[in-house]
């Protein structure tokens, strides 16, 4: 069955850094793009980052770039989220998820309708 497993997460002080993982199984991984997605309490799914299915192509939110950087596996079947200078804003939980809609050539990384699978998701809890 389809599986994306976050790990990663966990309590951290501002201005620290986390690097969340997701384990895919279940599906041709190299075949999907990925993408990591947040919700704080309170607050509707907001996108975050995304990669294509060679690796070779990111997507970032205007508000995130340059603190998080997306990267891929595919051997490994895993995709990573590297977050520096974190900020207590930053506190939800992440999502990763899996998308076959780049085959089309037209991809929207923050669409939600976008993506066929989602993980269950990991928690960050970062503190002042």
């Known amino acids: 069955q389809v599986q994306l497993a976050e790990s990663g997460g966990g309590s951290v002080q501002a201005g620290g850094s986390l690097r969340l993982s997701c384990a895919a199984s279940?599906?041709?991984?190299?075949?999907?793009?990925m993408g990591w997605f947040r919700q704080a309490p309170g607050e509707e799914h907001e996108f975050v980052a995304a990669i294509n299915r060679s690796g070779g192509k990111t997507y970032y939110a205007d508000s995130l770039k340059g603190r998080v950087t997306i990267s891929r596996d595919n051997p490994k079947n895993t995709v990573y989220l590297q977050m520096n200078s974190l900020k207590p804003d930053d506190t939800a939980v992440y999502y990763c998820?899996?998308?076959?809609?780049?085959?089309?050539?037209?991809?929207?990384?923050?669409?939600?309708?976008?993506?066929?699978?989602w993980g269950q998701g990991t928690q960050v809890t970062v503190s002042s």
């Open positions: 998820a899996a998308s076959a809609a780049h085959y089309s050539g037209s991809f929207y990384p923050d669409d939600r309708n976008e993506y066929n699978y």
């Open positions: 279940g599906f041709t991984f190299s075949a999907y793009a």
